[in-house]
């Protein structure tokens, strides 16, 4: 069973960067598409970001040029590098994990049957 752990969220001001992490443990996360969601108080969680088995990556139009997926499948790690953050990034993160994904695109939640419990970002001066 894939289990995932995010780790680097944290408090910033605006404009800065932060990199979250995604560890993957009890299988191997190459055969996976990662997605990353975030949710803000009082709002639906949203898909941000997605990296297929194959590579294609995708970007929610707001973080677009701003926020860059990537995956290190020798170390079983899936990583969201968020730079000139907003206070609107504020939410908690999530990544996610599913090997029948069609197209991770479309950040259907239902498609990605493992998740990670959650790092929160805050972006406020």
């Known amino acids: 069973q894939l289990q995932l752990v995010e780790s680097g969220g944290g408090l910033v001001q605006p404009g800065e960067s932060l990199r979250l992490s995604c560890a993957a443990s009890?299988?191997?996360?190459?055969?996976?598409?990662i997605g990353w969601f975030r949710q803000a108080p009082g709002k639906e969680r949203e898909g941000v970001s997605c990296i297929s088995k194959g590579g294609y990556t995708n970007y929610k139009a707001s973080v677009k040029g701003r926020f860059t997926i990537s995956r290190d499948n020798a170390k079983n790690t899936a990583f969201l590098q968020m730079n000139s953050l907003k206070p609107e990034d504020t939410a908690v993160y999530y990544c996610?994990?599913?090997?029948?994904?069609?197209?991770?695109?479309?950040?259907?939640?239902?498609?990605?049957?493992?998740w990670g419990q959650g790092t929160q970002v805050t972006v406020s001066s």
């Open positions: 009890g299988d191997t996360l190459d055969t996976y598409a």
């Open positions: 996610a994990a599913g090997d029948t994904v069609v197209f991770c695109g479309d950040y259907d939640v239902r498609e990605y049957d493992n």
